[in-house]
């Protein structure tokens, strides 16, 4: 019975190994945030779907709403501010913090600051309590020239997440002459 113990052993190990290397991996990625995995760049008019972890028509009916505002913002930031818009106009429900969010960061870096400012307003309308809408409303008023209202949203947020929150910093180091690149 020994033998046939210490046998099926020896053929278990590889499998027992991988198991705890994979058990392993998983842990040490959601330490360390690896499962919120970084958005891919879809084509032009296709979206990311978090569900499927695929892209899909940005127009698709199989898409959601937060999907696509998610989706919208990551072509925001990585310059596509028109397509971002394009895919915001998609939305069945717009009126939310985020939308109106990121129409705003959207129209703004297309060179639209007031147009953007409004989208902000409407945001802090449904969630004055948003950090990152009083962040690029901050950054707006910078562009405006004037400082004087950015500070006033560097105190908001000041009072929402504290000083070591990314908002904070990053309106911080716009008012004192480092805009976000």
């Not at 127009?59 to 072509?75: E, I, P, V």
């Not at 009083?134 to 949203?153: H, Q, V």
């Amino acid at each position: 019975m020994k033998a046939f113990t210490l046998h099926s052993t020896k053929k278990l190990l590889p499998l027992l190994c991988l198991v705890a290397s994979g058990l392993l991996y998983t842990a040490t990625a959601n330490a360390m945030g690896e499962d919120d995995e970084k958005t891919p760049d879809c084509p032009k008019g296709q979206a990311y779907d978090s569900k499927t972890k695929t892209c899909i028509v940005d127009k698709s009916s199989m898409l959601n709403d937060d999907d696509k505002t998610q989706y919208a913002y990551h072509l925001a930031k990585s310059g596509r501010y028109q397509e971002a818009l394009n895919l915001l106009d998609t939305l069945k429900q717009p009126n939310t913090r985020e939308a109106w969010n990121y129409r705003g960061y959207a129209t703004r870096k297309l060179g639209r600051t007031d147009e953007g400012i409004g989208y902000y307003q409407r945001s802090i309308a449904l969630d004055p309590h948003y950090a990152k809408v009083r962040e690029y409303l901050g950054e707006a008023w910078m562009i405006k020239g004037r400082p004087d209202l950015a500070k006033s949203e560097l105190a908001t947020i000041k009072t929402l997440c504290g000083t070591g929150c990314e908002e904070y910093r990053d309106l911080k180091s716009a008012i004192d002459g480092h805009p976000e690149s």
